[in-house]
């Protein structure tokens, strides 16, 4: 009997004598021809146990990602500075108010490596304001009022989907064809030379810093900012433009 031969009766053989055995774990060192049934699910009646690797911890989803990291970060926190959240429950003390975009790609503390408590923030599509709008007026007076703040920044950036939005306003419908109107408007105004830009990243830039401009003028348009500067209290408007691609930001020199 040559090798070849006996190999197949010797796997043959203890595949059989696996089948007539007890019920067994099954595990990777059987045969090949044995472990091909089990990947096939095929045993009979005396095989009633079939050893399986644990089954692989299903993926986390995004929001328990975020639950598993904020868990994490505040015990790192902790650990560095035992009192660091027991002082975050102290009267909070910005000075500045940043209305920016809601984009994702723009968050103010970290762009601006702020640290908890130093920047009041209200963000919206498109960092827009508008004098019938009750929210962003009510953050407005409690950053003045309350708060005390002696900055607002307007702040717009780089590929801004609003700006987007605003180039095709007419396949836009409900709330954001209202909230959109302005700048369309605004873009409208400016069209011959927004369009007359070389590349669209620029005639984007540019529609996003006439944005920003438009809604300081609105700003200072505001009873309760002219209130508080007739006051003699400090209190600066500023304009600013965020490039995306470079993580800069550019002050517009409006105020």
């Known amino acids: 009997m040559n090798s070849r031969a006996f190999s197949t009766l010797q796997r043959s053989s203890i595949t059989k004598l696996i089948f007539q055995a007890k019920p067994i774990r099954i595990h990777r060192g059987y045969t090949a021809s044995l472990l091909n049934n089990i990947r096939k699910q095929q045993f009979p009646p005396n095989i009633k146990y079939v050893h399986n690797s644990p089954k692989p911890v299903p993926a986390l989803s995004l929001p328990e990602q975020i639950l598993k990291y904020n868990k994490e970060w505040a015990k790192n926190k902790t650990k560095a500075d035992s009192s660091y959240f027991e002082n975050m429950t102290a009267v909070q003390t910005p000075e500045i108010l940043w ?21 009041f923030t209200l963000r919206n599509v498109g960092n827009s304001l508008s004098t019938t709008d009750t929210n962003s007026l009510a953050v407005i007076q409690f950053a003045v ?26 396949s836009l419908n409900g709330p954001i064809s209202d909230w959109i109107k302005p700048i369309a408007d605004l873009y409208n105004k400016n069209k011959p030379t927004i369009d007359a830009l070389p590349t669209h990243k620029q005639q984007n830039q540019a529609l996003s810093e006439l944005n920003v401009k438009r809604n300081v003028d609105i700003i200072n348009s505001l009873d309760i900012i002219k209130k508080t500067k007739k006051s003699g209290k400090e209190l600066n408007i500023h304009g600013w433009i965020y490039d995306i691609e470079n993580g800069s930001l550019q002050d517009l020199k409006v105020s």
């Open 99 to 119: 209305i920016g975009c809601s984009d994702s790609r723009v968050c103010s503390d970290v762009l601006t490596g702020s640290n908890f408590g130093r920047v």
């Open 145 to 170: 009022e309350t708060l005390k703040i002696k900055h607002i920044v307007i702040v717009g950036h780089t590929f801004c989907g609003a700006m987007e939005a605003a180039f095709k306003y007419n």
